[in-house]
């Protein structure tokens, strides 16, 4: 009788188990992919992402993006107000009294039922091409105060005429302390000298 012998194949056993193993981590990649690309924050990244100075950023950024908008928004409306083919002539008419600021002469009338009474020399108005550029337009004068306090440049505008949002004629501005604001460009408003901003004012 004869006894028949088996002998284990080893290497074919580990090449099986290479192959299993191969599929399995395949499955794990494409059930589980998804863990692998997004991985889950460490503690420190939780709390950079909390801390001060990242929140002080998110706030810092929002705050630009509103402000960018509300400029954006006025240069909109800067762009609706222009007087398109009206001369001041023909505007002067039309009105009892009226107001003329010409920004390329740097002068400003005065004109009464269509005739021009009075001219003064504008001193300072906003940079061209700035954001602070002095607007042009037709607008009326909304309010008037013999001493207007700017909070943003923190001086006092005498004689203030407000003609458009933040932008006023007004007379030659001072510190607090009484010092005159050096020559050089405004931030936007139209600057007269106190003396002709007064014979303005009386006229508005």
Not at 11 to 37: E, H, M, N, P, R
Not at 65 to 75: N, P
Not at 162 to 182: A, E, L, R
Request: one cysteine or more; a negative charge; hydrophobic letters at 35%.
């Amino acid at each position: 009788m004869q006894h028949s012998t088996y002998s284990f194949d080893t290497k074919s056993f580990i090449y099986s188990l290479k192959l299993l193993s191969g599929i399995f981590c395949v499955l794990a990649i494409v059930q589980y992919g998804d863990v692998f690309a997004s991985p889950r924050p460490t503690e420190d990244e939780t709390a950079n992402e909390n801390s001060p100075a990242t929140i002080e950023t998110q706030v810092a950024a929002a705050a630009s993006d509103k402000i960018l908008g509300k400029i954006e928004e006025y240069e909109e409306q800067l762009a609706t107000r222009t007087i398109g083919t009206a001369s001041v002539d023909s505007l002067s008419r039309a009105h009892t009294r009226f107001i003329a600021a010409n920004l390329s002469e740097m002068r400003l009338y005065l004109f009464e039922n269509g005739v021009a009474t009075a001219t003064y020399p504008i001193l300072s108005k906003g940079k061209r091409g700035s954001r602070w550029e002095t607007p042009t337009g037709l607008y009326k004068i909304e309010t008037k105060e013999q001493d207007h306090f700017s909070s943003l440049g923190q001086v006092h505008m005498p004689q203030s005429m407000q003609f458009f949002g933040n932008f006023f004629i007004h007379g030659w501005p001072y510190y607090p302390d009484g010092t005159p604001v050096p020559e050089g460009y405004s931030g936007g408003c139209i600057r007269l000298s106190t003396d002709d901003a007064t014979a303005v004012f009386e006229f508005a």
